[in-house]
């Protein structure tokens, strides 16, 4: 069983950054992906970023390309989101997930979930 914990969300203006951690509670986090998710008032969750468990391999949603960048450390057990421009429409609950194996952008192929951090990006 893998616990992940969320942080890092908040109130930014539009142009702003913000860098959201997910710390998992696995011994062996590198042996699973990571992704990142967000889902927004009355809509689906979207996949936003994903980054393998030992090489770093990465894929992004096109919305937040160049953009957004994620990373991890494997040796604190985090994954990060260093999200950048933020735009009005990035405002969401952002939630880590992972699962053993290989990156994918389809949440149903995660099998463990953060709580979510909310991000608002407003004036």
């Known amino acids: 069983q893998v616990q992940l914990v969320e942080s890092g969300g908040g109130l930014v203006q539009p142009g702003g950054s913000l860098k959201l951690s997910c710390a998992a509670s696995?011994?062996?986090?590198?042996?699973?992906?990571v992704g990142w998710f967000r889902q927004a008032p009355g809509k689906e969750r979207d996949f936003v970023a994903a980054?393998?468990?030992?090489?770093?391999?990465?894929a992004y949603a096109d919305s937040v390309k160049g953009r957004f960048t994620i990373s991890r450390d494997n040796a604190k057990n985090t994954a990060y989101l260093q999200m950048n421009s933020l735009k009005p429409e990035d405002t969401a609950v952002y939630y880590c997930?992972?699962?053993?194996?290989?990156?994918?952008?389809?949440?149903?192929?995660?099998?463990?979930w953060g709580q979510g951090t909310q991000v608002t990006v407003s004036l």
């Open positions: 696995t011994g062996f986090f590198n042996t699973y992906a």
């Open positions: 997930a992972a699962r053993f194996g290989p990156i994918r952008s389809n949440l149903k192929d995660y099998d463990y």
């Open positions: 980054i393998s468990g030992t090489y770093g391999f990465t």
